[in-house]
């Protein structure tokens, strides 16, 4: 099969509440050239009008085609083509010229498109009778004929009855156009047309042009592939590596399209895309990341992804600071007053208390933690004065997953005498205060998430 291993992971298997994870899909696919050879003539048009920036940026494509094809025959280094595949060149502009006949040699082909020069008029004809010429002798089981030009015909006639002639002994005709008027190449391609013709614009597209034929040629694993990714609406995408073939849009939040024009041409290849996804749901558990994955290409090939699963972990553990036991006493039905001792209360500081919850993120499993809270308070230029420090250890949890720790009621008593700081001694002014949280793991020998801290 010319596409397979089709493969999507997570690159955490657990992720907290609000987390974000990464997705890679990827598959294998490789061209069927190794065991469907063919003998391939490249014909180039090297008229007057190809002088100078467009010759040489369609023999740079050529070349890239005939290393295409190279390795696509089962050639690692592209230094040759194996298994029965061949390619020749011809050359034209007022008459053609067989400039190289069929052959696995890479580098005499290097030469033979290296040395074409432009100049004369544009004879279709002329070119497509010699390649038909080339190739009339050949037993492959696949011949073919690529045609690139940059304009309609000036001298030799009309080819069409030669392209009629190529086609009906069993020759496919792929055209490259430079060029945005594609009625002649329609004419004598063969079809459809969105397969054996490809047009560039200006010499910036030929690259691309010529790509495009050379997979079809080489039978690439995949043409034209397309992968629709649906999250499961509890994620939305939130950003997207370049793939390694082609492109990938975000459609909406949940939704990405994964497109390219051929998988598996130079070789065999693997496609991959990354993703980031982010927790958007309000509750935990394990979650299937996608909630549909579909692959088509023009082959009709079908893929079978993976569905993978997140233990996702919203809920949180908490441990309170001591405050002191309350005194509980009852008032009597028709009883309209009571009288009773409360404990008593130990004066632990003068003023007013502030207490400050935190949360301690992605705590791990067996490992304690220590945290520090420090309390500042700001004057009026915004100069700090300490105003106290509280450490609490958090015990090793026992939990199979990283989880958050919330500690509440934090607290610390201030003191009023603010003259210190240039303010009257008066509970009604308004104070300002910044809180710092620390935290550590105390044991150091383990590999894990890394702890992160939220202050409410």
């Known amino acids: 099969m010319s596409i397979s291993n089709p493969n999507k992971t997570v690159r955490s298997p657990i992720m907290s509440c609000t987390g974000t994870n990464t ?51 089962g050639s690692a280094d592209g230094s040759a083509m194996l298994n029965g595949s061949r390619l020749g060149i011809v050359s034209f502009a007022d008459t053609a010229t067989a400039d190289l006949g069929l052959t696995g040699d890479v580098a005499a082909l290097g030469t033979a498109i290296d040395a074409l020069t432009a100049g004369g008029s544009t004879n279709h004809k002329a070119a497509f009778e010699s390649g038909e010429a080339m190739l009339l002798p050949s037993a492959s089981p696949r011949r073919i004929v690529i045609m690139f030009t940059d304009g309609v015909t000036t001298t030799g006639g009309d080819p069409v009855p030669v392209t009629q002639s190529i086609k009906a002994s069993g020759m496919e005709i792929y055209c490259i156009g430079l060029t945005t008027t594609p009625a002649p190449l329609i004419l004598w391609a063969s079809a459809p047309a969105s397969t054996y013709v490809a047009l560039a614009a200006d010499t910036t597209q030929l690259d691309e042009a010529f790509s495009k034929v050379a997979g079809e040629v080489v039978l690439a694993g995949a043409l034209d592939m397309k992968i629709e990714e649906v999250l499961n609406p509890d994620f939305k995408i939130v950003g997207i590596d370049p793939p390694s073939h082609g492109t990938a849009v975000l459609i909406d939040p949940q939704k990405l399209e994964w497109t390219a024009p051929a998988v598996g041409a130079a070789g065999a290849e693997t496609a991959t895309l990354s993703f980031e996804i982010l927790h958007i749901g309000t509750d935990g ?70 207490q400050i919850d935190t949360l301690v993120k992605n705590v ?30 958090i015990p090793a949890q026992g939990g199979t997953s990283c989880q958050d720790i919330q500690l509440k009621c934090i607290t610390f008593v201030l003191p009023e005498a603010l003259d210190e700081i240039g303010r009257p001694d008066s509970i009604c002014n308004p104070r300002r205060f910044s809180v710092r949280v620390f935290a550590n793991y105390i044991d150091t020998d383990f590999v894990c998430c890394d702890a992160q801290t939220t202050v409410f």
């Open 23 to 73: 997705v890679t899909l990827s598959f294998d696919a490789a061209p069927e050239l190794s065991t469907n050879p063919a003998d391939i003539v490249l014909i180039m048009d090297r008229s007057g009008s190809m002088g100078g920036a467009p010759l040489a940026a369609a023999k740079s494509a050529a070349k890239q085609l005939v290393d295409t094809v190279a390795k696509a025959s």
């Open 285 to 354: 558990g394990v979650k299937a990341v996608n909630d549909s994955i579909t692959y088509s290409d023009r082959q009709g090939n079908s893929l079978t992804f993976p569905d993978p699963q997140v233990e996702v972990i919203c809920t949180s553990i908490e441990i309170i600071e001591p405050c002191p036991e309350p005194e509980n006493f009852t008032i009597l039905g028709c009883q309209d007053t009571v009288i009773t001792a409360s404990q008593d209360a130990l004066l632990s500081g003068l003023g007013r208390i502030v």
């Open 364 to 393: 791990c499993p067996n490992k304690r933690v220590a945290v520090a809270v420090v309390l500042s308070e700001l004057d009026a230029q915004s100069v700090e004065h300490p105003r106290g420090l509280k450490t609490v250890l």
